[in-house]
């Protein structure tokens, strides 16, 4: 069964970053795509970043590029989501989420995920 467990989420001024941490577990870890997620107060649930763990290649939602970064250490599993230059309106609850790897297209709907951290961004 797969496992996903984020952590680091925090409150931090404008301006500020974090780096969001998703330790992954009991599946083919190379063979899945990788997503980040994100879902403020009311609104539904984003794809800001994903990777393929296979052959590297990521992609970040407009909204996001230039100022986060995904990145992934195979040797510990595990997935990051590192965020600079934080904005309000970037509160909300971040979720990781993995998929089966197809074509190394990471979009579409993703199958495990984990319990999210919340991200606070204060003006």
């Known amino acids: 069964q797969v496992q996903l467990v984020e952590s680091g989420g925090g409150s931090v001024q404008a301006g500020g970053s974090l780096r969001l941490s998703c330790a992954a577990s009991g599946y083919g870890y190379s063979s899945y795509c990788m997503g980040w997620f994100r879902q403020a107060p009311g609104k539904g649930r984003d794809r800001i970043a994903s990777m393929s763990i296979r052959s590297g290649r990521t992609w970040l939602d407009d909204s996001v590029k230039g100022r986060f970064t995904i990145s992934q250490d195979s040797a510990k599993n595990t997935v990051y989501l590192q965020m600079s230059s934080l904005e309000p309106e970037d509160t909300a609850m971040y979720y990781c989420?993995?998929?089966?790897?197809?074509?190394?297209?990471?979009?579409?709907?993703?199958?495990?995920w984990g319990q999210g951290t919340q991200v606070t961004v204060s003006s």
């Open positions: 989420g993995a998929r089966l790897n197809s074509g190394d297209y990471c979009g579409g709907p993703y199958d495990y």
